[in-house]
C-alpha cells in the first residue's frame, strides 16, 4: 500500500490556509476571526507532521511542535475569548468594527 504523497500534504494544508486567512481578513464578527486564525495554526501543524514523517520519519520533532502550537492556539483561545466576553458584556457586540477603542 503507497503513502500519500507530501505534496498532497501540502496542499491541503495551503487550502485550509487560505481558508482561514480569508475568513479572518473578510469577516467583522471577532468569533469569526478567532476561527479564521485557528484554521491557519492547524494548516501548519499539518506541515509540521507531514514534513516531519517524510523527512526524518523515525523522529518525531514535528509532533512535539504540533502539540507546542496547540498548547499556545489553546491559551491564545482562552485569553481572546475572555476579551470577547468583556466587551460584549460592555458594548454589547462583538464586531470588530464597533470595538475601536481600547477603553472599554
Do not use: C, H
Not at 486564525?37 to 520519519?57: C, G, H, K, Q, S
Not at 489553546?74 to 466587551?87: D, P
Amino acid at each position: 500500500m503507497s503513502a500519500i504523497p507530501l505534496s498532497w500534504w501540502i496542499f491541503v494544508a495551503t487550502a485550509l490556509f487560505m481558508i482561514g486567512f480569508y475568513v479572518a481578513l473578510t469577516r467583522k464578527n471577532a468569533i469569526a476571526i478567532l476561527i479564521g486564525l485557528e484554521l491557519m495554526l492547524n494548516a501548519t501543524n499539518i506541515n509540521l507532521v507531514a514534513f516531519d514523517r517524510y523527512i526524518t520519519p523515525a523522529r518525531v520533532e514535528g509532533q512535539v511542535f504540533a502539540v507546542f502550537v496547540i498548547a499556545i492556539a489553546a491559551a491564545e483561545a482562552a485569553v481572546a475569548l475572555a476579551i470577547f466576553i468583556a466587551a460584549y458584556r460592555r458594548r454589547g457586540t462583538v464586531d470588530v468594527e464597533n470595538l475601536d477603542s481600547m477603553k472599554f
